[in-house]
């Protein structure tokens, strides 16, 4: 068997090399079994125009071979050409008026250039004149014109049906987290997918859209658990590796987040923005000298990925090195000066170095970038108000609340009135801010340390956090 496949191995690169070379293959090769083989290839590896040439050669040499025609056809579609599809299926017909997969192939051309109706109409007929044997192959098309027609319950049903034909279609499989996520049909996936589990126990995909469906609906041990089995099935199945991670990371996890990232660094090569992630668990986990070597290796491999420095930064400044903290930060923002965490970064490093004019106009433009998120502007009414620069304040926080809405806005705008001895109204807002969230009665105490020793408030924040 060994010394069989290694002879279908030398014969596809003979053939390989033949028409990268020739252009065509060697006349003793010249079989339309060859041709096939050598389109497939392509088609495998995505190089859709090499592998429409050899049709066309293949085409020339065998005119009424109509799977030719159709392997033509399957590489124009999938570089979005069905007006260039229609006509290759024009010919096939001739040949071959009954085969079902010009059908087909011919719904989903009229579906790419906005004739669905008709689309759908081909598959009705083909429905009724086609065997059984065929249904599996037709439901698939019809999910892939519902889904272009953004009737995701249609494409839901469709797909379950096809599923519990052919439990193991990839592509079945492949499509239908799409019409779950957006019909949102979580609990009908997770029975259906524990039906195609029970029947095949080693399947990675449908383990896969399992964990992905009880995410949905908060069950997260239940989800990082089915999406631990998808790769431990596959291991070569990475984007099992990054979605438990990342599920795990939000479960705050950060150790088995940090063992899904770097596996997959290290089964599939340096990624980058994985490394972010990696660097991410590891300042969570206070280990910034090894964050810091991972993040140094991706950019070696990466030097302008801005994201690579600003965790760099981060590294630096959990252990207070706010010179080297302020470098890295500033390397990010040359490669991207509209990103309110970097100005946000820089910031605070120019505060710890006492360069207040900087930071003052670092934290504007953090609170600018990120306007619509209420924690920015509250730390930039923070800094202003500890410099009682209160004019200032007062300007940014009619600007904050235009913008967004917080209860950290509302803590700062608490600490602004008390400052201005409004006491009343200064109560009232706090208040809200803690009926809104006293978690972040912390934004009152930076601007005011001693604020607690008020028994009336400090009674207040007691009965709210209570």
């Known amino acids: 068997m060994l010394k069989k496949t290694t002879k279908q191995d030398q014969t596809l690169n003979k053939l390989i090399a033949d028409f990268e070379v020739l252009g065509n293959i060697s006349p003793q090769l010249r079989t339309e079994k060859s041709y096939v ?6 088609e495998k590896h995505r190089v859709f125009e090499k592998a429409i040439e050899v049709s066309e050669i293949a085409i020339h040499n065998y005119p009424y071979r109509v799977d030719l025609y159709l392997l033509k056809a399957k ?10 599809v229609l006509d290759v299926l024009f010919t096939a017909h001739q040949i071959a008026p009954y085969e079902t997969e010009i059908q087909l192939i011919k719904a989903k051309a009229f579906c790419l250039i906005g004739r669905s109706l008709e689309a759908l109409q081909i598959i009705d007929e083909v429905k009724y004149f086609s065997h059984k044997t065929e249904r599996l192959e037709i439901l698939l098309v019809e999910a892939f014109i519902q889904g272009s027609m953004k009737d995701y319950d249609k494409m839901f ?11 193991n279609n990839l592509e079945a499989l492949e499509q239908i987290w799409v019409s779950v996520e957006i019909s949102k049909r979580f609990e009908e996936s997770i029975k259906l997918h524990k039906e195609l589990i029970d029947q095949n126990p080693y399947s ?10 009880y995410s949905c609906i908060g069950e997260y041990k239940e989800a990082v658990d089915a999406l631990e089995y998808s790769y431990l099935i596959n291991p070569k199945f990475e984007q099992g590796y990054l979605d438990a991670g990342e599920l795990f ?7 088995k987040a940090l063992q899904c990232f770097l596996d997959v660094n290290e089964i599939f090569g340096i990624d980058p923005d994985v490394t972010v992630q990696i660097a991410e668990c590891f300042i969570k986990l206070d280990r910034h000298q090894e964050a810091k070597y991972h993040l140094l290796r991706a950019i070696d491999i990466e030097p302008y990925n801005e994201e690579l420095y600003f965790y760099l930064g981060e590294c630096y400044a959990r252990e207070e090195n706010w010179d080297k903290a302020l470098r890295y930060y500033l390397e990010s923002l040359e490669l991207d000066d509209y990103r309110e965490e970097f100005h946000f970064g820089i910031a605070i490093a120019y505060e710890k170095l006492g360069q207040l004019k900087k930071s003052e106009t670092h934290y504007r433009k953090a609170a600018s970038c990120g306007c619509e998120l209420s924690y920015y502007w509250a730390k930039y009414i923070t800094f202003l108000l500890q410099q009682r620069n209160l004019e200032k304040a007062e300007k940014v926080i009619q600007r904050a609340e235009k913008k967004s809405f917080g209860a950290d806005i509302l803590f700062t705008k608490s600490a602004y009135k008390f400052i201005l001895n409004e006491e009343d109204e200064a109560m009232d807002i706090l208040r809200e801010a803690l009926e809104e969230d006293p978690k972040q009665i912390n934004f009152l105490k930076d601007i005011l340390p001693n604020i607690l020793l008020d028994k009336n408030i400090n009674a207040m924040v007691k009965y709210y956090k209570n």
């Open 75 to 84: 590489s124009l579609l999938s570089l979005g050409k069905p007006n260039e």
């Open 37 to 42: 083989k050598l389109i497939q290839y392509y």
């Open 249 to 255: 990371m939000q479960m705050h996890d950060y150790n």
């Open 204 to 213: 990675s995909l449908a383990w896969y859209n399992l964990g992905h469906a």
């Open 157 to 167: 049903f469709i797909l379950q049906e096809a599923l519990r034909i052919n439990p």
